[in-house]
């Protein structure tokens, strides 16, 4: 027999990030959901053509390399952990 | 950058695989890896799925030990993916996770509760099963529904001109259901005709007995133990009027059919705190522009009344919809594809096809976030 605990828990969640989400269709999309996806998803296919040409610029070699900070951060918890 | 939510992929480093049959076996094996994922972390844990089903109360077990409070009552999130096939227990289990992923070569199986006999039967034994089986299956369609409620909200709001239509008020609800309808094959779109049928069917039951019940004085004062046998007793008004014309008797079906009538108002009205809480987050959506204007010059209190009074009235007859829907899954074979069982709120994404998904909104809000609070 199912258990009346499970589905007390079950019980629809509601989710800040979700409400977030509905908040800003509403306040500035006018309800229209797929006005906001789809402006959205134009936004981060810009940014990602940008990051791509960035990529092949002079400084990308210098952006993949990790900082100092990091590098010796790595050799100390070798050290010491 | 894009912000990767943990709480919405699937982590192969944190997981588990449900393959072959749910049986008590099975539920053994995964019990140590299980405890062992709790206990390094509290990041969600990642169900992979490829199963026939088998027994509803071991797939309950498994997620009830997934997601089952800890000594510090910290829960853990359940993402569940199918990689294959999820039939019958196996595909309840699907659309019970947190967050549900459908892999697009997947198959998903939806069939009434059911139960094998070794040995021969009696006609008491027969009954007890059958009525065992029948409260089995409305208690796994009241779950279901709860998980599938907030999905189908993010569907029904893609539907362009049909939910113009019901915005204007919840008589638009057969033709947001009808624009949904072209999301499926021929066979599984008559699930959702017979599901607009039995929400009809459904609200009339509702409506007849708020009709008698009001009549009584302070009705709304009354204990449980008082409105119980009064709420019997309009239901059996309700039915022997609908049956005016046939040879209806309590002593045949017809106290099935009420006792029927009366555990679904029952659970209906359980449900009700829900609801209010999925009308404070999703309820904006569903104003016209018209009410969305006014609406936006409320405070946060008024926003509230407001769309107690603008908006409920079609949430509710939504979530019957979505009532009937699930109930009708666990009675007949249905047989979903990836973008199906999407457009059916049984799984929030379904990889590689581009529909729109929860993780999907949410990563491109916090991206915009995170790119606004950079110097």
């Known amino acids: ?81 | 950058m894009p912000v990767h939510d943990k709480d919405y992929w699937e982590n192969f480093e944190r997981s588990l695989f449900l393959t072959g049959k749910i049986t008590q076996e099975a539920a053994y094996a995964l019990s140590p890896r299980i405890k062992e994922l709790r206990a390094a972390s509290g990041d969600p844990i990642t169900l992979y799925i490829d199963s026939p089903g088998g027994s509803s109360a071991v797939a309950e077990g498994i997620r009830f030990l997934i997601k089952a409070p800890d000594q510090d009552g910290r829960k853990c999130r359940l993402i569940t993916v199918v990689i294959g096939t999820a039939a019958s227990a196996a595909a309840d289990l699907l659309a019970l996770g947190d967050y549900a992923i459908a892999e697009p070569q997947a198959d998903i199986l939806y069939h009434g509760s059911r139960q094998a006999f070794e040995q021969l039967l009696t006609f008491e034994g027969a009954t007890s099963v059958a009525a065992n089986l029948q409260e089995a299956n409305e208690r796994l369609a009241l779950r279901l529904a709860r998980s599938s409620f907030r999905r189908i909200i993010w569907r029904v709001v893609q539907l362009k001109d049909a939910i113009e239509k019901f915005r204007d008020g919840p008589e638009g609800l057969e033709e947001l259901v009808e624009a949904l309808t072209a999301k499926f094959t021929p066979g599984n779109a008559r699930l959702l005709r017979e599901a607009i049928a039995k929400q009809k069917s459904l609200q009339e039951v509702q409506t007849a007995a708020d009709n008698y019940l009001k009549k009584r004085k302070n009705v709304a004062q009354w204990p449980t133990k008082q409105l119980e046998p009064e709420l019997v007793r309009a239901l059996v008004d309700y039915r022997s009027r609908l049956h005016k014309e046939d040879d209806w008797l309590l002593s045949r079906t017809g106290m099935r059919e009420v006792a029927s009538d009366f555990n679904l108002i029952h659970d209906y009205a359980s449900q009700t705190k829900d609801l209010d809480a999925q009308l404070e987050v999703y309820g904006s959506l569903f104003l016209t522009q018209a009410q969305s204007a006014e609406f936006k010059s409320k405070s946060e209190e008024e926003r509230k009344v407001y769309l107690k009074s603008h908006a409920a009235d079609k949430l509710e007859v939504l979530w019957y919809f979505v009532v009937s829907l699930c109930r009708l899954l666990q009675t007949k074979d249905y047989q979903l594809t990836p973008e199906e069982a999407y457009w059916l709120g049984v799984v929030d994404e379904v990889t590689g096809s581009g529909l729109q998904s929860d993780r999907e909104m949410i990563e491109m809000i916090l991206s915009t976030e995170s790119a606004t609070r950079k110097p």
């Open chain 1, 1 to 81: 027999m199912l258990d009346k605990r499970l589905e007390q828990e079950q019980a629809p969640r509601v989710d800040e990030r979700l409400a977030r989400v509905v908040r800003i269709i509403v306040e500035q999309y006018d309800g229209d959901v797929k006005a906001f996806v789809d402006s959205i998803r134009y936004r981060t296919e810009v940014n990602r053509k940008a990051e791509v040409a960035s990529d092949h610029s002079d400084q990308a070699p210098l952006r993949k390399c990790p900082s100092t900070t990091k590098i010796i951060g790595r050799i100390s918890s070798a050290h010491y952990s």
